[in-house]
């Protein structure tokens, strides 16, 4: 089959937009979770996220909504639990990422006459987006570009500075709680392409390329969610050539993309201190 022949099949249709609606919501809370420092929890967002899908299954209800809706009572507690006990924010993070994904085994295994296979949802399977989940992402994104463009000038404060932000009467724990139900919801509409395992590849590796070359958070935004595009559409043809997974395929041309930047930077950077002569 020939690449017009493929364009024109439902399936990728579908996983091309989807491609598309999830570099929007990476771009933007990608930018935040890295200004932020929030990697680690943002990963234990990610992996909580599984005892949503489980539930689903074992409710029979679908499910992007409901692990949306787990999800972000998960980023709630973690949130709470974090603010209150600051000094235990690692092992929180920890036993409510063990606990979320030990809760999704669970209900799968519980879920009569119906047993899941674990690798579409921990490694994402993009090419099997259905159109009503097409819808449910499409809403995701609208709901997080149109928060962050309405608190913009807060989340930049709070971002960049957070106890100026505190002294200006901006909810610094309002917008943090909101930024987790954020990271909550990306990490859903993520489940799809890159599975829970992979996410915080997708919401790291743009944010890092773009940084080298934006000067704003709205830049950064940008040209993370443009990265964050090329990996998805890139994976997805280095899939399709070689037959192999589309969520490993995409992370791995995210890997390979940005190894290769930090490789030739750093080699132009040896080879100019090479070159220069010594004063």
């Given at each position: ?9 439902t ?28 990697i ?8 909580t996220?599984?005892g ?23 980023a ?10 600051r000094?235990?924010t ?37 090419l ?6 097409l ?7 609208v ?27 901006i ?12 990271v ?48 998805c ?26 190894l ?20």
């Open positions: 089959m020939n690449l017009a022949d493929l364009l024109h099949q399936f990728m249709q579908h996983a091309l937009i989807a491609s598309l609606l999830v570099s929007i919501t990476c771009g933007v809370i990608g930018a935040l979770v890295v200004v932020n420092r929030l680690f929890m943002a990963g234990g967002i990610a992996h996220a599984y949503g899908v489980g539930l689903a299954f074992f409710l029979g209800a679908p499910v992007l909504p409901t692990a949306g809706l787990f999800t972000a009572g998960a709630v507690i973690l949130g709470t639990l974090t603010q209150t006990k000094e235990r690692d092992t929180l993070i920890g036993v409510i990422w063990a606990a979320g994904m030990a809760f999704g085994i669970i209900m799968i295994n519980l879920t009569p006459g119906y047993n899941v296979g674990l690798m579409s949802y921990l490694f994402g399977s993009i099997t987006v259905p159109a009503h989940d819808w449910v992402m499409l809403g995701i994104d709901v997080i570009v149109g928060l962050t463009l309405f608190f913009y000038r807060d989340i930049l404060s709070f971002s960049f500075d957070p106890d100026f932000a505190r002294s200006r009467g909810p610094v724990r309002w917008l943090y709680f909101m930024l987790l139900i954020m909550a919801e990306a990490v859903v509409m993520m489940i799809q392409v890159v599975g829970l395992i992979l996410v915080i590849a997708l919401l790291t590796l743009p944010p890092y390329l773009a940084e080298r070359h934006t000067k704003s958070l709205v830049g950064l935004m940008v040209a993370s969610g443009v990265w964050s595009l090329v990996f559409v890139g994976g997805l043809a280095v899939a399709y050539q070689f037959d192999l997974s589309s969520g490993a395929s995409i992370i791995a041309t995210a890997c390979a993309i940005y290769m930047f930090i490789t030739g930077q750093t080699g132009w950077q040896w080879l100019r201190a090479q070159t220069q002569t010594p004063a």
